[in-house]
């Protein structure tokens, strides 16, 4: 039942927070300087002001701001996201096309993070001061203060130049495969990004993951399970494991929401075939429609992530949502 | 032989520390079904001396350097991991002192009880057993409250939980370390009387760790008394409380306040009235939840003549300290009429003017020591910030700074170190000087001395009845301790659900109570009676 208010409680906020996202992103990226319109018309070679004009009609862009928005905002509640004026195709198609890809990387990348980091944290917490936890915190800062970019060259230096056991670029071999060794010939040019990206999520987990259990091993209802005779095993799995994992869970939520965008550098150095790349070149190219299309399906992201981590939240800790 | 006997036990403290034993020689023992109570201030060791019973000293800083702790028969310290757990919850139960932070939060009432079980492996029906406990601890319809979570239940109601854990299993002896010094009044009683009858049911022998001699003189059948780790008097509780034979054991007895209030002091012109002062909270609600209102005063009246000191009197809840904070306007007052130092308040709006003078006179003393004081500013600055902010000169405020801490008898060097450096009772007399700098004419104590000593506590009760009559202060004493309020007040207010169930002078309320309450209260209180102690 908690979870049903919960969902009526956010479906509105969602609703709302959607639309203010919209019209936000509509109107920013008019206060960018540049103008479609003479960019398209550049890259035809032709400049007269006549042709110019002409684009702008067919696209629109010559009625006024507000109703350019409000026609904006209608096609959003149909999830039309509207024709990208460069690749001439339906904005919804391209990002469709791109988003596995991405989810692929930034998930796995990130799925992994999480379990390894907090698993880390928590081994560092449990032998808070020793050389273990030196190590252990040391590695994860170290990671963290390094450049994506850096690690990224580095680790393709390192696996596919050097030693060749890795493709260094793209989502799959100059050769097409079929059926499982599709899948094989994927995971393997996978490798190499999911490493680079997950040691930047990682410093975080370990970070949280340690803090939390220090903190929980501290407190007083830990005591009582190690006097009712429970091992130091039972005890972090039945008592600290729960309490100390919902930081956890809510940064998690957090980047999760992040996901669509946080592998720019990634895709571009590893030439992977996602959206983050996609924004990029739509973002140099002024190509309106793809821009805010790409940005609303993140903000869509952003707010379901919202919704899971509040619900995952509720089902570990029961306080939540009842006081 | 006896169930557990504890021989020259020496617990070491990491190096630098200000000695090297936390625990130094400590020798004592148990028997079957009997009830040892050990005594001591913060830092006696008392704890650790328990948790070393069974292998949980806090800390890995802390080891046990020498020594015997023979429980049945066989050495505890030499015991395996797997050995000492299963002595843990299954022949020595524990219950702690704090029961709103004992219990995991995440986990249902039930389930936390039934642990200990399953971890014992209990052969009869785990979930009758469980329910048996409950009832037996005397908590409300044991069958839903196996699905409540810790939150949902009272401090008290968990700490019968607790109780309950730690006898599931029907251990031979039971450590209890402060089990009540975190609740009510009334509710301690309760607790105390609870854990007597269980343990002489069962001859479950008790190892209770106390501070206050009114628990031993209640509870005990034998006493050892601690200090700085090292055990100082140990007797039969009669014996220890009529013909304490050291000096530090008479200080702790003397220090209990005795149930006994003066005559009041004759007051003078009124400095603080209120008529029928309301206030209520309203929790926040949800989209499909209205908020509830929660009545913390119910049309309260008090006056505070000057130079007297009024005590108000109650349970947590039982809105004390919101009659403090809508004196202080630190908070307003649904409805009702007030004359604060000379101040009109009808809590509709105070000019900023009038509540600066209302701040500056009434000034407040807060229960925890620790957290009351910025750790990151000098004790010096913590003072002088009233006044300066006030617009005195430096120079002025400076001197008084001075004057002030050796008023509160703290070195004037005191000044530049910081909140850290201090124990709690220096920290209180620091918080007691910030105060004072303020020049108030009334001082609001908020449980002052409830988080200390009970030989501080006294130290720091004589300290405020020597302020009071050197600079003429009026004090109300916020208070759940009846012993306290009798000794420092002239007149008292009890309160229960946000209501003055009863007041007026000390000396009548307590010889005759009118309000079943306030003679539920005093009942409660733990005293040394028919005890007296040889001067």
Partial sequence: MRFVYAFAAWLPRALLVLVAIGLLNFFLIRLAPGDPASVLAGETGASDARYIEEIRKSYGLDQPLWLQAATYLRNLATFDLGVSYRMQRDVADIIGERIPATLLLTSTALVLAIIIGTLLGIQAARRAGTWQDTVISAFAMLCYATPVFWVGLLLVLLLSVHAGILPPFGMSGLIPKSGFAAVLDALHHLVLPVMTLALFYFAVYVRLGRSATVEVLGRDFVRSARAKGLSERQVLRRHVLRNSVIPVVTMAGLQVGQLLGGAVIVESVFAWPGIGRLAFDALMQRDYNLILGIFFVSSIMVVLANLITDLAVRSIDPRVGRS | ?535
């Fill in chain 2, 1 to 535: 032989m006896s169930l557990l006997r504890i021989e020259d036990l020496r617990i070491a403290l990491p190096k630098g520390g200000d000695r090297a034993f936390a625990v130094d020689g400590v020798s004592l023992h148990v028997d079957q079904g009997e009830t040892l109570c050990v005594v001591g201030e913060s830092g006696s060791g008392k704890s650790l001396t328990a948790s070393a019973i069974v292998g949980l000293l806090p800390s890995r800083s802390l080891r046990v350097a020498g020594g015997r702790i023979l429980f049945e028969g066989s050495d505890t310290l030499r015991m395996s991991s797997r050995e000492l757990q299963d002595l843990r919850g299954g022949r020595v139960g524990f219950v702690f002192q704090d029961p709103l932070s004992s219990l995991n939060p995440l986990e249902r009432i039930g389930k936390q009880v039934e642990e200990v079980l399953r971890q014992h492996r209990w052969t009869g029906d785990h979930r009758q057993r469980v329910l048996e406990m409950l009832s037996a601890v005397q908590l409300p319809s044991p069958e839903s409250l196996v699905e409540a979570y810790p939150w949902q239940l009272s401090g008290g109601q968990r700490q019968r939980v607790m109780i309950a854990t730690a006898l599931a299993t029907r251990p031979s002896l039971l450590v209890a370390d402060e089990p009540t010094s975190a609740l009510d009044v009334t509710t301690q009683a309760q607790i105390l009387e609870l854990l007597r009858d269980l343990t002489k049911q069962h001859g479950i022998a008790l190892f209770l760790i106390t501070h206050d001699f009114g628990v031993v003189a209640r509870m005990a059948d034998r006493v050892a008394v601690m200090k700085s780790g090292k055990l100082v008097e140990y007797g039969t509780r009669d014996a220890v409380l009529r013909t304490p034979r050291e000096a530090y054991t008479r200080k702790l007895l003397d220090a209990v306040p005795p149930l006994r209030a003066g005559p009041a002091r004759p007051a003078g012109e009124p400095v603080l009235k209120a008529t029928g002062l309301t206030k209520s909270w309203v929790t926040r609600g949800s989209l499909f939840r209205p908020g509830r209102t929660v009545a913390a005063l119910k049309n309260v009246s008090m006056s505070l003549g000057h130079g007297n000191t009024l005590a108000v009197v109650g349970e947590s809840g039982s809105g004390k300290s919101t009659l403090a904070r809508v004196l202080m306007c630190l908070t307003g007052a649904d409805s009702g009429q007030a004359d604060l130092v000379g101040i009109n308040a009808n809590y509709l709006g105070l000019r900023s003017r009038d509540l600066a003078t209302v701040r500056r006179n009434i000034q407040l003393v807060f229960q925890d020591p620790y957290a009351s004081l910025n750790p990151r500013r000098r004790i010096g600055a913590a003072v002088a910030q009233g006044p300066l902010a006030q617009g005195e000169k430096p120079g002025a405020v400076h001197a008084r700074v001075a004057e002030l801490l050796g008023k509160v008898q703290l070195d004037p060097s005191a000044a530049d170190r910081y909140p850290n450096e201090f124990s709690g009772g220096q920290r209180q007399r620091i918080a007691i000087a910030r105060a004072l700098a303020m020049r108030p004419r009334v001082l609001i104590a908020d449980e002052a001395v409830s988080a200390l000593d009970v030989s501080v506590q006294a130290e720091i009760l004589t300290l405020l009845k020597d302020i009071q009559r050197d600079e003429g202060l009026s004090m109300i004493f916020v208070t759940h301790d009846l012993r306290v309020a009798a000794r420092m007040a002239d007149q008292v207010i009890v309160m229960q659900s946000g209501c003055v169930v009863e007041q007026g002078a000390m000396q009548d309320v307590l010889t005759a109570p009118q309000h079943h309450y306030t003679a539920a209260l005093i009942d409660a209180v733990p005293s040394l009676p028919s005890i007296s102690v040889q001067q």
